[in-house]
């Protein structure tokens, strides 16, 4: 039972966790001095081996804190693939019993039920917090590089890195946050992806009418419609628009679009901005009524 727990948490266990499978106090005691259980923070152990995977490491800090610390800051970045490389062990938490030993806690009282979240088992700030603690850390075009890569992963959610700044107002990296965000607050929530904000810049840059965003149509939802010239835009620059049935269904909804007189525009990321510009600009001179 202990090894299928372990097997489910990147080798380490509690001691509590032992002690709730059957083991007496005793009876870890003498696995510890068999080399079974290998003791890698106070209550804290490796099951069988110290053949260790930086998330084995990194789970085993995480208990060592207590029962309602979570990986956070970095260590939560690269769990949510919006950091890469080397990343130190860091947890968040109201307490440690070994303070420093491998791993950086910075100790909170105020940990929401919304910042709570389980990636591979292991306890962890969910996005929006690990954001906001990201900016008390981070350097501001790096911050802004996680911010990017969380919306490219479509898991960015403005309303929610909000929330969590409203909780927590006194942030060092408040205002730093608040500048990487503030390219985000003009489309949010309505803007789903980081082509869609491409398009509105297009328009601000080039003179034309921003178009409503991810509306509907004719029963239909599409991703820009200007109503004063029944034109439509779609943006297809994600994978889902990359595919054989994607291809046929879109080409199908647009026959249904243009029967009811709705123009249909599409355009991909690999588009040139200044062109695109151009076109619209010429289709809305010829639709838009004078």
């Known amino acids: ?11 380490i ?14 009876g870890v005691r003498r696995r510890v001095e068999a080399g079974w259980l290998v003791r890698l923070h106070e209550g804290v152990y490796a099951v069988g081996h110290t053949a260790l995977t930086d998330r084995s490491h990194l789970i085993a800090a995480v208990y060592a804190c207590g029962e309602n610390a979570l990986a956070s800051h970095r260590a939560a970045g690269k769990l949510w693939g919006i950091l890469r490389g080397d990343q130190p062990i860091e947890v968040t938490g109201p307490r440690s019993r070994e303070v420093g030993k491998g791993f950086i ?17 292991i306890p962890v700030t969910s996005l929006a917090r690990t954001l906001v603690d990201l900016s008390d850390v981070l350097p501001e075009k790096q911050l802004a590089n996680a911010v990017n890569e969380a919306e490219i992963k479509r898991l960015f959610d403005l309303r929610p890195v909000q929330r969590v700044l409203d909780r927590l107002p006194g942030r060092k ?7 990487v965000l503030s390219a985000y607050r003009d489309v949010q929530p309505f803007i789903r992806s980081r082509g869609e904000r491409l398009v509105l810049e297009i328009c601000d840059q080039h ?3 921003r178009p409503r965003v991810n509306t509907w149509v004719e029963s239909q939802e ?6 004063e010239a029944n034109l439509v835009l779609e943006f297809d620059g994600g994978d889902v628009h990359r595919t054989t049935r994607a291809f046929y269904e ?26 695109l510009a151009r076109e619209l600009k ?6 838009t009524p004078r």
């Open 222 to 227: 599409v991703d820009f419609y200007w109503p």
């Open 105 to 121: 806690l910075h100790r909170s009282r105020l940990i929401h039920e919304e910042d709570r979240a389980l990636i591979a088992n």
């Open 13 to 26: 266990v509690k001691s509590k966790q032992v002690r709730e499978a059957g083991l007496s106090r005793q």
């Open 282 to 287: 010429a289709i809305l001179s010829v639709r």
């Open 173 to 179: 990296g408040r205002h730093k946050l608040n500048r």
């Open 250 to 275: 879109d080409r199908k909804r647009d026959r249904a679009l243009a029967a009811k007189g709705i123009h249909v525009v599409r355009a991909t990321d690999r588009d040139d901005p200044s062109a």
């Open 207 to 209: 003179g034309l009418p």
């Open 1 to 11: 039972m202990v090894q299928a727990l372990a097997g489910r948490q990147h080798g």
